[in-house]
Nanobody
């Protein structure tokens, strides 16, 4: 249902853009978001966007990450700038509505010099 891509290895201060493509229209989802899980840590919300375009960010990424959605392309993006080593994690795409909670396979982001 959800396919995440765009992960990779980048140096501190660099940028990456993650994409999450859905099969079918994403307008059926009330909220789409990106979560991440670092080794030995719990999965945490990074950013979310509602169908109306309202956004929510973890404090740790505010001002550096931007979430957006393109309903016509059935894709949600996460633009990540000024990356830090602590952003290293597996990033997961999520889509929710009243009776739906879909997870995509993760994509690994490694921030290292």
């Amino acid at each position: 249902q959800l396919q995440a891509s765009g992960g990779g290895t980048v140096q501190p201060g660099g940028s990456l853009t993650l994409s999450c493509g859905a099969s079918g229209s994403i307008s059926r989802f009330n909220v789409m978001g990106w979560y991440r899980q670092a080794p030995g840590k719990q999965r945490e919300l990074v950013a979310a966007i509602t169908n109306g375009g309202s956004t929510n960010y973890a404090d740790s990424v505010k001002g550096r990450f931007t979430i957006s959605r393109d309903n016509a392309k059935s894709t949600v993006y996460l633009q990540m700038n000024s990356l830090k080593p602590e952003d290293t994690a597996v990033y997961y795409c999520n889509a929710k509505s009243l009776y739906i909670n879909y997870w995509g396979e993760g994509t690994l982001v490694t921030v290292s010099s």
